[in-house]
C-alpha cells in the first residue's frame, strides 16, 4: 500500500469506504423500487387478464409467490404496519410531531 490510507479500496481508482457505503444504500433502493414496481406491474397483469396462470405471472415478474399472494389478497407491506409494542395514539404521534 505504500503508506496510503488502509481503509482506501482501490477499484477503478480510489474509492472511499463512506462512498461504497452510500453507493450500495442507493443501489438498494433502487433495487426495492424496482421490486416494488414489478410487484404492481404483476398484480394488474393478473387482475386485467384471467387467463394467466398465477405461475406463470410469479415467473415473468420475478417475484416471490408468497408476496404476491399477500399482495393480491389485499394484506398491506410490514412497513405501513404499526409497530405491535406502539404506545403512542395516533394523535399523541401527531402531536409530538
Sequence with gaps: MNGTDKRT???LGTIRP?????????????DLLLKESRLILAIEAFKNNPKLTFRYV??????LPIILFA????RPVRRDIPANSR????LEEKTII
Design 9 to 11: 479500496v482501490y477499484f
Design 18 to 30: 463512506s462512498h461504497f457505503f452510500y453507493q450500495f444504500y442507493y443501489q438498494f433502493t433502487i
Design 58 to 63: 410469479v415467473t415473468i415478474y420475478n417475484i
Design 71 to 74: 399482495r393480491r389478497d389485499g
Design 87 to 90: 404506545k403512542l395514539t395516533d
